[in-house]
């Protein structure tokens, strides 16, 4: 079983105390304080003894009238003896040398004076084991099948199993940094009162993606540079219903605009594109929205967009849109930036500023600043605005029928809360997927908030 054998010895041995020692080199303190007394009947004052040896001098004294080798003589001392022999010195040596001393009287009384002290030294007496060998044997550490085939097995050294040893991690999943951020934002949506939109069509036509959102079919967004168009399939197989509306209005126009005036194509509107904003859904639930009798409602989604553009350290042609639209009757500017209020404040962002935008579906649009203390200026953070009645009413909202609108990216918010400043490191085949499995949870407390929004070093797009 075992290589090598051993017995554990113990030993005892004396060693000299640090008093011991003073005395072992410079003799005991009552053979120094006999040196120091002069021979004759004058001796020395105890005073004088004192100033020399300090504490020592009186245990000296002691040992010194006891050994009968000097005597007091008023307040001086004086020798009864002309040669001592120095016992204790010669003791101490003894237990130097041999670690013990044969007077047990002895032991006892250096061990009482505090001059040695008893030790215990462990020592191993090895010797050869039951099973011991000059070569190395690898243990098994399985039981196979050539073992089992060639009768190895009989002679074969298992290891032992260690039951103490902690196993491999099981390795659960782990959500993206986008993932849990988004988890956030969910939850101060659903806060205040939002329901989600069903987001999982990357593909949409034009019509919803542009038409309904009364952007004209030649606005740049359009173009093959901003957008990406499908091949196979390349077109929708059919429109909505209401087309014919949407085409009207983009031609003629109607409730109280005169439209854009252009030859609308049905060919151009039915062409596939991956979506360019999570508005097309927006648009999507708001015609649903219509088809039922009157109610308000808040909506939001936040996922993936793309858009067809040079891609960079900080950008890429997709990044995740969160928005959130309101239709509500008594829904005007005045109330959408109070509700922005709010719902940055959740984030801790309090001081927004608005500043008027274009946005083919919005009138008024206002892009949406915050206050950046670092940078002592103001930052843009989002993009908003009350749709327009020629988007809205061939939805069939009803004329009073107000929404307003409001959008944000994901990217920026999640790189700045994790210190990501490559967007290629957060997203694509660069990611670092150690850095998934390490990065802690998010929680959009009141400073992340004002770290995320109000930091200009990422600027991922809105
Ligand atoms: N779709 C807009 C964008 O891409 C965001 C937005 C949504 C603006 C709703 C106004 C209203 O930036």
Redo the contacts with the bound molecule.
């Keep these: 079983m075992f290589k090598v054998a051993y017995d554990t010895l113990t030993t005892e041995v004396w060693t000299i105390e640090a008093e011991g020692k003073d005395q072992l080199e410079n003799g005991s303190y009552e053979a120094q304080v006999f040196e120091a007394v002069p021979s004759g009947d004058e001796g020395i004052s105890i005073e004088a003894l004192k100033a020399k040896f300090g504490a020592k001098a009186n245990l000296g004294q002691g040992k010194g009238f006891k050994n009968k080798w000097i005597k007091k003589n008023g307040s001086n001392i004086i020798r009864l003896v002309d040669n001592i022999t120095d016992q204790t010195k010669a003791d101490l040596e003894t237990v130097h040398q041999t670690g013990t001393h044969p007077s047990k009287d002895v032991i006892k009384d250096l061990k009482r004076r505090s001059l040695i002290k008893q030790n215990k030294i462990l020592s191993y007496a090895v010797r050869k084991g039951a099973s011991f060998s000059t070569e190395l044997k690898r243990q098994a550490t399985d039981l196979t099948l050539e073992m089992l085939q060639s009768g190895a097995w009989k002679t074969a050294e298992f290891k032992k199993f260690n039951f103490d040893s902690l196993g491999v991690s099981p390795n659960g999943g782990h959500l993206h940094p986008l993932m849990k951020v988004r988890e956030e934002f969910r939850q101060v949506f659903f806060e205040t009162g939002f329901e989600e939109m069903p987001t999982n069509n990357f593909v949409d036509s034009s019509f919803w993606n542009f038409d309904a959102l009364f952007v004209p079919q030649q606005h740049p967004a359009r173009d093959l540079q901003d957008t990406f168009f499908l091949k196979e399939p390349a077109v929708a197989k059919s429109l909505p219903d209401f087309w014919p509306v949407v085409r009207d209005v983009h031609e003629k126009g109607g409730y109280g605009s005169i439209g854009y005036r252009y030859p609308w194509s049905e060919a151009e509107s039915k062409k596939l594109v991956l979506r360019t ?1 999570t ?1 097309a859904i927006s648009t999507y639930m708001l015609h649903k929205l219509a088809q039922q009798p009157y109610r308000p409602a808040k909506y939001f989604s936040i996922d993936r967009v793309y858009r067809n553009e040079a891609v960079d350290a900080k950008h890429l042609a997709e990044f995740h ?1 969160v ?1 959130g639209v309101i239709a509500d009757k008594n829904m005007s500017l005045g109330s959408l930036i109070d509700f922005l209020d709010i719902f940055f404040q959740k984030m801790g962002i309090s001081d927004l500023r608005f500043k008027p935008t274009y ?1 083919p579906y ?1 009138e008024p ?1 206002m892009e949406i600043f915050s206050w950046h203390e670092g940078l002592r200026e103001w930052v843009e953070i989002g ?3 009350m749709f327009r009645p020629e988007m809205l009413r061939p939805l069939g909202l009803a004329e009073d029928v107000r929404v307003a ?3 944000l990216s994901l990217e920026r918010p999640t790189m700045i809360k994790y210190g990501i400043d490559n967007i290629r490191a957060l997203v694509g085949h660069k990611v670092d997927l150690g850095m998934i499995e390490a990065n802690p949870a998010c929680r959009l407390d009141k400073k992340m908030g004002k770290e995320v929004f109000q930091s200009r070093e990422v600027e991922a797009e ?1």
Excluded: V
Aim: glycine share 22%.
């Design positions: 904003h508005t849109q928005e946005n919005t649009s993009n908003s605005g609108g409001f959008g809105s």
